[in-house]
């Protein structure tokens, strides 16, 4: 299966400090890219979808000024979180939606463990 | 009514056991169904992939669609502690956006 990666894999912040979270397909070129986040228990939540050079749309409830995406290359996507608090904190996944192999389907990243302290 | 239906568990089994875990859906639109397995603090790792109705068996793994019933499954054979993890039900329709909705994923636990 095609591989992503996340960096940092877990970052502790104090409140009111913005976070970045990259995001790079290795193997392949993701036409779009998916941020999730999720809560302990809980399903993936949806926050936005961006096409490489687009402005990413967001999920219904989901703050773009306080999540900002760029996908500036079809293997790679940020997720800055600025201004975090507390609530903030959460695993947050990248997905990219690439052809692998004959495949068309999601890969997900192994995801950003962030504490906002 | 959620588009996607999972029974969250936790379903626990016995070592050697199959386990069949299930989804249904709402929206006839979806042709492709996907299977996750999420251990826990990690990503979701593709398991399955299926287009439209049918079976697919990959190892131990057997994927089922029946879109006449709206309703998948994921069998799992001679069952591992390895296997323990929380198994995602995925799935999209060709339109939209290529939007895809995950089911709330099944926690299942396989005793030595």
């Known amino acids: 299966g095609a591989v992503v990666s996340q960096h940092p894999s877990r970052v502790i912040c104090k409140s009111g400090t913005s976070v970045k979270i990259e995001c790079r397909s290795l193997?392949?070129?993701?036409?779009?890219m998916f941020w999730y986040r999720q809560f302990p228990k809980q399903s993936l939540m949806l926050m936005a979808t961006?096409?490489?050079?687009?402005?990413?749309?967001?999920e219904q409830g989901v703050e773009k000024d306080k999540f900002l995406i760029n996908h500036a290359s079809l293997t790679l996507s940020t997720l800055t979180v600025t201004s975090a608090h507390p609530e903030d904190s959460s695993f947050y996944i990248c997905?990219?939606?690439?052809?692998?192999?004959?495949?068309?389907?999601?890969?997900f990243g192994p995801g950003t463990r962030l504490l906002v302290l | 009514q959620k588009e996607v239906e999972q029974d969250p568990g936790p379903l626990s089994v016995p070592e050697g056991a199959i386990v069949s875990l299930n989804c249904t859906y709402s929206?006839?639109?979806?042709?492709?169904f996907m299977w996750y397995r999420q251990y826990s603090r990690k990503g979701p790792e593709l398991l399955m992939y299926?287009?439209?109705?049918g079976n697919k068996e990959d190892g131990r793994f057997t994927a089922q669609v029946d879109k006449s019933s709206k309703y998948i499954s994921l069998f799992i054979r001679d069952s591992q502690p390895s296997d323990s993890a929380t198994y995602l039900c995925?799935?999209?329709?060709?339109?939209?956006?290529?939007?895809?909705?995950f089911g709330a994923g099944t926690r299942l636990f396989v005793k030595a």
């Open positions: 961006s096409n490489e050079g687009s402005k990413a749309t967001y």
């Open positions: 929206n006839s639109a979806f042709q492709y």
């Open positions: 995925a799935m999209s329709a060709n339109t939209g956006g290529f939007k895809t909705i």
């Open positions: 193997d392949f070129q993701a036409t779009t």
């Open positions: 299926t287009y439209s109705s």
């Open positions: 997905s990219g939606r690439g052809l692998a192999g004959d495949q068309e389907t999601q890969y």
